[in-house]
Structure formats: C-alpha cells, structure tokens
C-alpha cells in the first residue's frame, strides 16, 4: 500500500506544477519586454496612408492612438489589434500606458512599434515628461494584447473607392472588437446562400473578382491564439446596390 500511497499523494503536485508550466508558457495576459519609436514628422495622430487599408479613418481610429507594427503586422492578420503599451521608466511613464490600435506596418531602431505622437506622449506622467520622452525618440516599453472597445460602434464595412459594381468588390473592416483576428472572410448570397471566400488584399483590405449577386450576407472568422474559431453573421446585409466609397453598419458588435 505504501508506494501506491506515495503515488496517489504525488500526482496532484506534479500536476499542478505541469499546469503551471503550461498557464506560464500561453499567458495571454504577460507583458512582453520590447522598444518603442514614434512617428517623427507626423501629426499628432495617426497616418492616412498605413498598410492596413484604412486611410484617414486610420490617422484618427481611436482618438489618434495608433501604432505601426513590425512582425506584429502578421501579414495584415495583426491589422484592428488593440495594445497596451508602457514605457518602463518609472521617472517618467505612467503605470498603466496607452491602448493603441495597429494601422500599419513598419520598424525603427529594433522596435515593435511606432506610435503616434499623441500615443507616445500619453505614456508620461505629465506634459514634462511627456517631452522628456519625445526627446528621448526611443523608449524601452512592454506590451500586451487587450479587447479592443468601441462603444456604441458597430463593426462597419467601407467600400474601396477602386471598387467597380458588379465586377470588382474590395471593402476594409472598421471597428474590429474584442481580442481575436479576423481571419478569413465570406459572402454569401442571401436567397440561395451560395458563399465565395474573399481574398486578403492587404492589411485589413478584403477583395473578390465578380462578387455574388443581390444583397449580401457577410460571415467573419473570428480566431484566438488558442485555436478557438468562431463564424459570425451580422444582422445587416451589404445592398446589392453597393456604391464604391460608401458605408454600411453591419449592426453587431463582437466582443470575443
């Protein structure tokens, strides 16, 4: 009986230190230690023409904090991703930092992100420090992924202006939420509910070359670092009359 007993007593231990190896290794919550620039010859928000595809919606997504990424950019997967970012200097950073949406691609001085000015001004403490750090051009921050929030927004669907009814459709997503990618998407036909996936252009930017016809029912593939997928369907179809430039609320929000 002895060694079963010792065997029986064990096994919770080595259990529990097998799970906490594991919750150290997937920590979704774990900042991690990198560097930060911002844009130098910007205003103090964002840039209209990052590589996500959103334009000037993209200079001012979420108040002008926005950052430009590096291997963060995920070949565009990483674009509508919501940040926390701090700086480590105690003198002068803030505890809690800055939440910041990517809406392009880029790198500076071995860092992960670009912030605009306003982003990276609002990791002081004050507006002195604020200046400090402007200064000082590149900070040692750390980050980690957070929900992303739009109250009272709905994930809304902009129509490319290089779109040509009824042959060529592009559009981006705005007002993605929650903490997980966008990584495939559908349209599907309303009446007969034939689906065509579309293809990621860039960025955010989704396309296909002769779009199904009359109104449209639009899926999204929301997916975590985990492997969970979920399909979502908004409420709201695209007009079969779609117009390049315009904007249609899809009428959900999801906060997976």
């Given amino acids: 009986m002895a060694p079963s007993l010792r065997f029986l007593l064990l096994l ?6 097998m799970q906490t190896l594991a919750e150290a290794a997937t920590c979704s919550d774990c900042f991690t230690q990198s560097r930060a620039a911002y844009y130098p010859n910007s205003d103090e928000i964002g840039t209209d023409t990052g590589r996500c595809g959103y334009g000037s919606f993209g200079a001012t997504l979420n108040g002008g904090d926005v950052a430009a990424v590096s291997d963060l950019y995920r070949d565009g ?16 950073c803030t505890d809690d930092g800055v939440t910041i949406v ?5 790198s500076s001085g071995n860092t992960d992100f670009i912030l605009s000015r306003r982003a990276f001004s609002r990791m002081g403490q004050t507006t002195d420090a604020a200046a400090s750090l402007l200064a000082l051009g590149v900070v040692d921050i750390e980050y980690r992924r957070v929900s992303c929030s739009y109250p009272y927004k ?3 669907i902009k129509i490319d202006q290089n779109s040509n009814y ?9 007002h993605q939420q929650g903490r997980r990618d966008i990584t495939a998407v559908q349209l599907c ?5 034939a689906c065509k996936l579309l293809d990621r252009s860039y960025g955010a930017v989704w396309t ?19 492997g969970d997928e979920t399909w979502v369907v908004p409420v709201n179809n695209i007009p079969q009359d779609w117009k390049a430039g315009e904007t249609y609320d899809t009428g959900v929000q999801v906060n997976l």
């Fill in 12 to 17: 919770p231990a080595t259990f529990f230190f």
């Fill in 77 to 92: 997967v990483g674009c509508g991703a919501c940040y926390q970012v701090k700086c480590t200097n105690s003198y002068y």
């Fill in 102 to 106: 990517v809406t392009d691609q880029g």
């Fill in 154 to 156: 709905n994930i809304t």
């Fill in 166 to 174: 009824p042959y060529y459709l592009a559009f981006v997503i705005w």
């Fill in 189 to 193: 036909e309303t009446q007969n509910f």
């Fill in 208 to 226: 296909t070359t002769s779009p199904p016809s009359g109104p449209l029912s639009l899926r999204m593939l929301f997916s975590d670092e985990n």
